[in-house]
């Protein structure tokens, strides 16, 4: 079983920066990728970033150019650099960590982008 904790969420205004953290614990030496998810409200929760072992990333059109996935593996954290945030940005931001086809979520951590 892995546990995941996410935190870094808040209120921020239109072209703003926000940094959201991911923190796993449990049976993490098996994790085969982590990743980030949202929710805005009335929509389907979708991917923004993915950090697969090896360190290969991937990310939603929609926020390439502006959100930088990372890892640091010696604190079992993964990182969501958010930069010149908008509007449409605004959701719960949900971490995710797949473990041999299981994937297991986090609470989700808001986040306000204020235009």
């Known amino acids: 079983q892995v546990q995941v904790v996410e935190s870094g969420g808040g209120l921020v205004q239109a072209g703003g920066s926000l940094r959201l953290s991911c923190a796993a614990s449990?049976?993490?030496?098996?994790?085969?990728?982590m990743g980030w998810y949202r929710q805005a409200p009335g929509k389907q929760r979708e991917l923004v970033a993915v950090i697969i072992n090896g360190g290969s990333t991937n990310y939603a059109d929609s926020v390439k150019g502006r959100f930088s996935i990372s890892r640091d593996n010696a604190k079992n954290t993964v990182y969501l650099q958010m930069n010149s945030l908008k509007p449409e940005d605004t959701a719960v931001y949900y971490c995710?960590?797949?473990?041999?086809?299981?994937?297991?979520w986090g609470q989700g951590t808001q986040v306000t982008v204020s235009s």
């Open positions: 995710n960590a797949l473990q041999w086809g299981t994937k297991y």
């Open positions: 449990g049976s993490i030496f098996s994790i085969n990728a």
